[in-house]
């Protein structure tokens, strides 16, 4: 008897620390930045709009041979007339059948390019999309990054105050110690706790965010890591500056936006105009096969089936006066291209100087980031010094408090300046329509730490 319930608590507890196992398993998200990404593009609004959008322009163009379709119908109709004056007149009639109709005219070659242009175009803002959300949530992913280490910072700076209260306390009781000392040391440790506490819900309002920009639903049972590092900054590397500038107008995706409405905006004046400048040939035909007409009075009965054939040329000649909507319809179109071509030229300028600017701020990061690592160092070695020194009396707390304040301040201006670099290479290469990873001279996937 005691071993069945020995081996049956056994069972359960096992049972119970293998369900444990499997629903902590279940909870647990560990994101990277590609992961993120893959989320994003699956989920994220915007991508999910442009989808519907890039289908319908794909749906009207991959149809345009509908506009060669004619119009076809068919109809009954049954009627009844008499004349009021002739009482001896009385005729019902019945016919069913059916007609077509079709209208060509010289714009329709232009409509139909407007159309696969306007598909084009869409295709490539779509892809735009993508590679905007991308950009955008790989920055998010390593801001998330630089939060978690103000978090770790914030906490090592507890362990700290913590670890310089229990030296100040043992030295006041050995009477090494002043009790100002001791108040300010105990100071120190109670404001850092909520300085963690104010970390970390920054870092966790900002992860709950980013969970719902890439579409996944936060719950607290959710255990989220993340893997990754702002080390990656490392990796940035802009082999040639000059040619990325030469070649940046021709690459950037807002240039080419701007050319494809251009393109679509000339057909559609093209196509306009034609219709309102140019004949129109009109072709129609109806057959009726059920024909029947009954004289009610005299009993005579009728059938006529009967076809016809008709085919025109239609020319609007009041489109051809001088202020007629028609011309102010084909100006309008012609004020629309040229704003574009001035928002063309303009925009070449911008993406010019944008690209330099990003260059010069990539360039400054880089040398920037060089200094904070020596100065991490530089602060470090000279908080290991003080410690020392305070710990065998030789330095007071305010020194010790003062170097530990300057190691924690180089060490996040170095974090913030990785995220800084890594963030504004995402930008070049956004604005450049390069694959992520492209300035980062590597084959590994961004989101990959070293």
Not at 17 to 24: A, G, M
Not at 137 to 156: G, H, I, M, P, W
Not at 250 to 269: G, N, P, Q
Request: hydrophobic content about 35%; charged content about 25%; proline content about 2%.
């Amino acid at each position: 008897m005691k071993r069945c319930l020995i081996a049956g608590l056994f069972f359960l507890i096992t049972a119970t620390l293998f369900s444990e196992t499997v629903q902590n398993e279940k909870t647990k998200l560990v994101l990277t930045a590609d992961s993120s990404v893959e989320y994003a593009l699956k989920n994220h609004i915007d991508v999910k709009t442009q989808a519907i959008t890039t289908e319908q322009v794909r749906r009207e163009y991959a149809h345009s041979w509908n506009n060669v379709l004619p119009s076809i119908s068919v109809a009954a109709t049954g009627s009844e007339s008499r004349v009021t004056e002739d009482a001896d007149t009385d005729t019902l009639g019945l016919q069913a059948g059916i007609t077509a109709s079709l209208s060509l005219n010289l714009g329709l070659a232009s409509k139909i390019k407007s159309l696969k242009s306007e598909y084009e175009a869409g295709k490539a803002t779509y892809e735009d999309t993508l590679r905007a959300t991308e950009t955008a949530v790989r920055q998010s992913f390593y801001n998330l990054l630089y939060l978690k280490e103000k978090v770790e910072s914030a906490k090592t700076t507890l362990e700290s105050y913590q670890r310089q209260y229990d030296q100040t306390s043992a030295k006041a009781k050995r009477g090494v110690a002043s009790e100002l000392d001791l108040l300010q040391a105990q100071v120190n440790l109670e404001t850092a706790k909520p300085d963690v506490d104010s970390a970390e819900n920054t870092y966790q309002n900002s992860l709950v965010s980013f969970l719902n920009t890439i579409g996944v639903e936060f719950s607290p049972e959710l255990e989220v890591e993340l893997s990754g590092s702002l080390d990656y900054a490392e990796k940035a590397q802009i082999l040639d500056s000059h040619e990325i500038v030469n070649t940046c107008v021709e690459k950037s995706s807002e240039v080419r936006a701007l050319e494809d409405k251009i393109r679509t905006a000339e057909y559609s004046r093209t196509s306009t105009a034609a219709g309102l400048y140019f004949p129109t040939l009109n072709a129609s035909a109806s057959a009726y096969p059920f024909n029947y007409q009954n004289e009610k009075i005299s009993g005579t009965e009728t059938k006529t089936p009967n076809w016809s054939v008709s085919l025109g040329l239609s020319l609007p000649l009041d489109s051809w006066l001088p202020g007629s909507s028609a011309c102010d319809s084909v100006a309008e179109l012609d004020d629309t291209i040229k704003t574009y071509k001035l928002q063309l030229e303009d925009k070449k300028k911008t993406v010019r100087t944008e690209v330099i600017e990003k260059l010069k701020d990539i360039e400054l990061s880089q040398k920037t980031l060089e200094a904070r690592k020596m100065n991490v160092q530089l602060a470090k070695r000279s908080y290991e010094m003080t410690e020392d020194a305070y710990s065998r009396g030789t330095k007071d707390l305010l020194t010790l408090q003062s170097a530990l304040d300057t190691l924690q301040t180089a060490e996040l201006q170095l974090r913030e300046e990785q995220y800084t670099l890594i963030s504004n290479v995402l930008d070049l290469e956004n604005t450049l329509s390069l694959p992520s990873g492209t300035l980062f001279n590597t084959t590994e996937t961004a989101g990959k730490a070293e």
